[in-house]
């Protein structure tokens, strides 16, 4: 019942930067959990960053320092500033949103980091 709409994928060269975006519609229930995982060719989903809604965040390691997340509550909204871009970065993202009803996946963006 929770729909998720990312945006903001492409294409960039490496050291340039992205803004990757994820809206959520169809829930009432406060949406605890609300960040970003990534998928890579032939390698398993891993977690990226995340902000719950008393505001903290929270980030892979392989990110820190390079990536910003941020949420705005009041638009159901999260937000990803990658910034420093690297090859090992490009990855389908997925926007991710946990209420204590469900676990809510969107259909993913392509970020492609060429070098």
């Known amino acids: 019942q929770v729909q998720l709409v990312e945006s903001g994928g492409g294409l960039v060269q490496a050291g340039g930067s992205l803004r990757l975006s994820c809206a959520a519609s169809?829930?009432?229930?406060?949406?605890?959990?609300m960040g970003w995982y990534r998928q890579a060719p032939g390698k398993l989903r891993e977690f990226v960053a995340t902000?719950?809604?008393?505001?903290?965040?929270y980030y892979a390691d392989s990110v820190k320092g390079r990536f910003t997340i941020s949420r705005d509550n009041a638009k159901n909204t999260v937000y990803l500033q990658m910034s420093s871009l690297k090859p090992e970065d490009t990855a389908d993202y997925y926007c991710?949103?946990?209420?204590?009803?469900?676990?809510?996946w969107g259909q993913g963006t392509q970020v492609t980091v060429s070098s």
């Open positions: 991710n949103a946990r209420t204590f009803r469900s676990n809510n």
């Open positions: 169809g829930t009432i229930y406060t949406i605890d959990n």
């Open positions: 902000a719950t809604s008393a505001g903290s965040t």
